[in-house]
């Protein structure tokens, strides 16, 4: 009898040990500071699709998902929402570069289309804003893969 009482006891302090430690903030840093990870909110977009021209003609669309981490504190500042102007710069940086090869997107440099797309929010509001872009995915459509996709669905 005493021993399942001593057990129960037992449980209960590893329980509430758990979540006391759990509810504690995230590890410091060396130095005893946050890291920059834990101040930062991520926000994901919804896709963006920024139709592929060539050659005077739309040969399809690139799907893109797209999230970036932002400093809370600078978002707030913000008079416009930040969300709408990433999407501007990724779909506008996707449809001016006329050197992505749409039918081999494995040779698309994301890291130059990332480090242009936060080199412009910077520019636009004096500080960088956005730490860091993370692209989700990346696909191509052609006009006749969506045609048939809306075939299908009718």
Same mark, same amino acid.
């Given at each position: 009898?005493?021993?399942?009482?001593?057990?129960?006891?037992?449980?209960?302090?590893?329980?509430?040990?758990?979540?006391?430690?759990?509810?504690?903030?995230?590890?410091?840093?060396?130095?005893?500071?946050?890291?920059?990870?834990?101040?930062?909110?991520?926000?994901?977009?919804?896709?963006?699709?920024?139709?592929?021209?060539?050659?005077?003609?739309?040969?399809?669309?690139?799907?893109?998902?797209?999230?970036?981490?932002?400093?809370? #504190?600078?978002?707030?500042?913000?008079?416009?929402?930040? !969300? #709408?102007?990433?999407?501007?710069?990724?779909?506008?940086?996707?449809?001016?570069?006329?050197?992505?090869?749409?039918?081999?997107?494995?040779?698309?440099?994301?890291?130059?289309?990332?480090?242009?797309?936060?080199?412009?929010?910077?520019?636009?509001?004096?500080? !960088?804003?956005?730490?860091?872009?993370?692209?989700?995915?990346? !696909?191509?459509?052609?006009?006749? !893969?969506?045609?048939?996709?809306?075939?299908?669905?009718?």
């Amino acid at each position: 009898m005493i021993k399942n009482l001593a057990l129960g006891v037992w449980i209960c302090a590893v329980f509430a040990g758990t979540l006391y430690f759990k509810s504690m903030p995230g590890d410091a840093g060396e130095d005893g500071t946050a890291t920059i990870l834990d101040s930062q909110d991520y926000v994901a977009l919804s896709p963006i699709a920024v139709p592929m021209i060539r050659h005077n003609e739309i040969r399809g669309y690139a799907i893109v998902e797209v999230g970036f981490t932002i400093d809370p #504190q600078l978002q707030a500042r913000t008079s416009v929402p930040i !969300e #709408q102007l990433l999407r501007s710069y990724v779909f506008s940086s996707l449809y001016t570069n006329k050197s992505i090869d749409i039918f081999r997107l494995e040779t698309v440099d994301l890291d130059e289309i990332v480090a242009s797309i936060k080199e412009r929010v910077s520019e636009d509001y004096g500080t !960088e804003l956005v730490s860091n872009i993370l692209i989700q995915s990346m !696909e191509f459509m052609s006009k006749s !893969e969506i045609r048939d996709y809306h075939l299908r669905r009718s």
